[in-house]
């Protein structure tokens, strides 16, 4: 299971609620009122997961991978053009390409903090 901190989620052992305040090692730490307490993350159910609104930030950072994906695509099918590739190749060069960078920048800067437990 996928949690991040401030998900909403529920103990099994006494049906407490409590947001994510926290993992350790096979642990997670549940915020119950004003109290954390460790709870086993065997006993741990997900009720309600925590969405942060997108920031403009995110937003033109987006926009900058695309931009910077196409580019590279564009490079990629003009240097197999010239090498004398087929109108299919070409194409998924770079299409291949403009996906791969703009997937990669996406995981690398914008990643999810979500962690397995």
């Known amino acids: 299971m996928l949690l991040a901190i401030g998900d909403v989620v ?3 052992q006494d049906d407490a609620l409590g947001t994510v305040a926290g993992m350790a090692s096979g642990v ?8 954390v307490r460790p ?5 741990v159910e ?11 930030t995110a937003d033109v ?17 003009t240097a197999i053009a010239q090498l004398g590739g087929g109108a299919f190749l070409i194409s998924s060069v770079t299409f291949t390409s403009t996906v791969t960078v703009i997937g990669a920048l ?12």
């Open 39 to 43: 709870v086993p993350s065997a006993n």
């Open 28 to 35: 997670v730490l549940l915020r119950l009122n004003d109290a």
């Open 61 to 77: 950072a987006n926009l900058c991978f695309v931009a910077l994906g196409l580019i590279v695509g564009v490079v990629m099918g």
């Open 10 to 12: 529920r103990d099994r």
């Open 46 to 56: 997900m009720v309600a997961r925590a969405v942060k609104p997108r920031t403009p």
């Open 106 to 117: 996406s995981g690398l800067i914008l990643r999810p903090r979500r962690l397995r437990v």
